[in-house]
């Protein structure tokens, strides 16, 4: 069983619509991260956090430790929201475990 | 601007031959990593670096060599004793010594094809 899974894998979604991408983890953790991955490759930290909500524009991400689970939202989504989106916990050993991703397709 | 710079972004090899992929970084960090990304998988961790002249095999270091002479530099040396070399390789950076607790910085990666 992988220590982090993502669902969907997959996620197409129309112009406008509220999208949830989820996470679970096996491991104890000190935080968690979410990365959006556009399709050139390159790799942005969207969130680190280890507990509680954060917000930044039109994106949230949530973490509830008790369930070893994390979701990131995107409101009012966009075509430029199309990308990959990965979640990555810190593990026992100390570095990152890496979720498989979640590919997004906003259609205008 | 600050960043990461990885160099080059497509690199073709023969087999049999090392590469160096490179990686400079201007945001002061002291910890570096190299991870590498297969279709179908999550980034696996090659090496990382915490300190300068430091450095510690990750989850998949056989077949791969680093150095840190400097703090803004990390290269990768692919060499050809790694079995599947080809892939997309991703360096990244971040302030704290655990790359858990700080905010990773990632380069645009190097798509290294080996034939």
């Known amino acids: 069983k992988n220590e982090v899974e993502q669902s969907p894998q997959n996620l197409t979604a129309q112009e406008g619509e509220f999208i949830t991408i989820n996470c679970s983890y096996s491991?104890?953790?000190?935080?968690l991260h979410w990365l959006q991955q556009h399709p050139g490759g390159g790799i942005v930290s969207l969130f680190m956090l280890s507990s509680g909500k954060k917000k930044h524009g039109r994106l949230i991400a949530t973490i509830n430790i008790q369930e070893k689970h994390s979701s990131l939202h995107i409101t009012a989504s966009h075509p430029r929201d199309s990308a990959v989106y990965i979640c990555?916990?810190?593990?026992?050993?100390?570095?990152?475990?890496f979720g498989k991703g979640t590919k997004l397709s906003v259609k205008p | 601007d600050g960043g990461i710079t990885q160099s080059p972004k497509y690199l073709f090899r023969k087999e049999g031959q090392n590469v160096t992929l490179s990686c400079e970084q201007n945001?002061?960090?002291?910890?570096m990593y190299w991870y590498r990304q297969d279709p179908g998988q999550g980034l696996r961790l090659i090496y990382y670096s915490q300190i300068v002249n430091d450095f510690q095999k990750g989850d998949i270091a056989e077949g791969y060599s680093v150095s840190r002479e400097k703090k803004e530099s990390f290269p990768l040396t692919v060499t050809s004793a790694q079995k599947n070399p080809t892939a997309f390789y991703l360096c990244?950076?971040?302030?704290?010594?655990?790359?858990?607790?700080?905010?990773?910085?990632f380069g645009n990666g190097t798509r290294l094809t080996v034939t």
């Open positions: 990555a916990v810190g593990g026992s050993q100390g570095n990152l475990i």
């Open positions: 945001l002061n960090h002291d910890a």
């Open positions: 990244a950076s971040s302030m704290g010594h655990r790359s858990y607790n700080s905010p990773l910085h």
């Open positions: 491991v104890g953790i000190s935080a």
